[in-house]
């Protein structure tokens, strides 16, 4: 194998792939397989579960394959700003050189490499504006911990024309739906960290986002999702399982709806969860004619109260929240004002961004003792 390529064509690419190396018993896991195909340079890296592919334009010599490790061949090539460089690979080793430089770093043959899944021929095209508007609004109310491998995956759905988001997490949960072009049948359980994934991917692939689309389409005969972005394509294990009957919890009436300045709002929360943090970030709402009090206290650090005017229609109410939860929404949302619909003091809240469609969030309630 023998390629030639600018560095500045290369780094990018190469800090994209090797996000998704993976540290396991298999150290080949660790690598980067490197190959040529087409006339072009193709980059692969996979921890098993995020699996992504990168070609890249350069001057192809002479065609071959190798794997090495990930975090070497990253340090040196951002080392070597502006400069032309040659890939020479054999079985086991690359040699890089450029005019005042060269290296070898020894790497383990290419057929120990495991294979990423290849998509099939029937996809669904989406917008790469939707997903990446859409999924930082969704992704944060999954859950982190494996403990319940279910709630760390998104609900993804098309029905005909529509888009549905659906990640919880069991204390709260947020719902996006929105047109898209064409038609479709599709659902399945994404992980949080593939669509995380996906939106540093449309960042970095395309330019301008508003002009492009994304395929998405599953592995034949596999538990694999795949998506082209540009020249990158990324594949993904599903999750296996039952998602919640998440549209059981929606409310359906209320007896106190507020719609108040998200900016304010936030600012209030923000000095409550300082007062908060001892008390595992338990914050009050009080809602009263034109105004909400948002209040939090420890026996340790004091106490504090914000008040914030807003429009409050139906009965006045004392509920709380963890003010983190509260925090994550009011940060994904892009509109200035959010309305809060209260069913009670020990019932879910409804939170919708005012003057976005098809965006919706629940945030249990704490028990105040």
């Given at each position: 194998?023998?390629?030639?390529?600018?560095?500045?064509?290369?780094?990018?690419?190469?800090?994209?792939?090797?996000?998704?190396?993976?540290k396991s018993n298999l150290p080949v896991l660790a690598n980067i397989l490197i190959q040529t195909e087409a006339g072009k340079l193709k980059l692969s890296a996979t921890n098993l579960e995020i699996g992504v592919i990168k070609k890249v334009n350069?001057?192809?010599?002479?065609?071959?394959?190798?794997?090495?490790?990930?975090?070497?061949?990253?340090?040196?090539?951002?080392?070597?700003?502006?400069?032309?460089?040659?890939?020479?690979?054999?079985?086991?080793?690359l040699k890089i050189s450029t005019s005042s430089f060269k290296a070898s770093i020894n790497g383990i043959p290419a057929n120990?490499?495991?294979?990423?899944?290849?998509?099939?021929?029937?996809?669904?095209?989406?917008?790469?504006?939707?997903?990446?508007?859409?999924?930082?609004?969704?992704?944060?109310?999954?859950?982190?911990?494996e403990g319940r491998p279910i709630l760390t995956g998104i609900l993804t759905e098309i029905k005909k024309d529509s888009l549905e988001l659906v990640a919880t997490d069991g204390f709260r949960l947020a719902h996006k739906k929105v047109k898209i072009l064409g038609e479709g049948e599709f659902k399945a359980l994404i992980p949080r960290k593939t669509f995380e994934e996906i939106v540093r991917l449309i960042d970095e692939d395309l330019v301008n986002s508003k002009e492009e689309k994304v395929?998405?389409?599953?592995?034949?005969?596999?538990?694999?999702?795949?998506?082209?972005?540009?020249?990158?394509?990324?594949?993904?294990?599903?999750?296996?399982?039952?998602?919640?009957?998440?549209?059981?919890?929606?409310?359906?009436?209320?007896?106190?709806?507020?719609?108040?300045?998200?900016?304010?709002?936030?600012?209030?929360?923000?000095?409550?969860?300082?007062?908060?943090?001892?008390?595992?970030?338990?914050?009050?709402?009080?809602?009263?004619?034109?105004k909400i009090i948002v209040s939090s206290e420890t026996k340790e650090l004091g106490s504090q109260e914000s008040e914030v005017e807003c429009l409050v229609e139906g009965s006045p109410l004392i509920i709380a929240f963890n003010g983190r939860f509260l925090s994550d929404v009011l940060a994904a949302c892009?509109?200035?004002?959010?309305?809060?619909?209260?069913?009670?003091?020990?019932?879910?809240?409804?939170?919708?961004?005012?003057?976005?469609?098809?965006?919706?969030?629940?945030?249990?309630p704490v028990r105040l003792t």
């Amino acid at each position: 194998m023998k390629i030639t390529i600018l560095q500045q064509d290369l780094v990018g690419p190469l800090q994209a792939v090797s996000r998704s190396t993976g540290k396991s018993n298999l150290p080949v896991l660790a690598n980067i397989l490197i190959q040529t195909e087409a006339g072009k340079l193709k980059l692969s890296a996979t921890n098993l579960e995020i699996g992504v592919i990168k070609k890249v334009n350069a001057k192809v010599e002479e065609d071959g394959e190798i794997t090495v490790p990930s975090r070497t061949f990253l340090d040196v090539i951002t080392s070597l700003t502006g400069e032309k460089i040659t890939l020479e690979g054999s079985l086991d080793q690359l040699k890089i050189s450029t005019s005042s430089f060269k290296a070898s770093i020894n790497g383990i043959p290419a057929n120990e490499f495991p294979s990423i899944p290849l998509a099939s021929e029937q996809s669904v095209v989406l917008d790469a504006f939707i997903l990446k508007q859409s999924l930082p609004e969704i992704t944060f109310a999954a859950a982190v911990d494996e403990g319940r491998p279910i709630l760390t995956g998104i609900l993804t759905e098309i029905k005909k024309d529509s888009l549905e988001l659906v990640a919880t997490d069991g204390f709260r949960l947020a719902h996006k739906k929105v047109k898209i072009l064409g038609e479709g049948e599709f659902k399945a359980l994404i992980p949080r960290k593939t669509f995380e994934e996906i939106v540093r991917l449309i960042d970095e692939d395309l330019v301008n986002s508003k002009e492009e689309k994304v395929e998405m389409a599953t592995a034949e005969g596999q538990n694999q999702i795949i998506f082209k972005i540009g020249q990158t394509e990324l594949s993904s294990r599903l999750i296996e399982g039952n998602f919640p009957s998440w549209d059981k919890i929606i409310p359906k009436e209320f007896e106190n709806r507020t719609i108040i300045e998200k900016g304010e709002l936030a600012k209030a929360v923000k000095l409550a969860s300082v007062f908060a943090k001892d008390v595992a970030n338990i914050i009050k709402i009080q809602t009263s004619e034109n105004k909400i009090i948002v209040s939090s206290e420890t026996k340790e650090l004091g106490s504090q109260e914000s008040e914030v005017e807003c429009l409050v229609e139906g009965s006045p109410l004392i509920i709380a929240f963890n003010g983190r939860f509260l925090s994550d929404v009011l940060a994904a949302c892009s509109t200035s004002q959010i309305a809060i619909e209260f069913s009670g003091s020990l019932s879910a809240a409804l939170l919708k961004p005012v003057g976005e469609e098809g965006l919706e969030y629940i945030i249990m309630p704490v028990r105040l003792t």
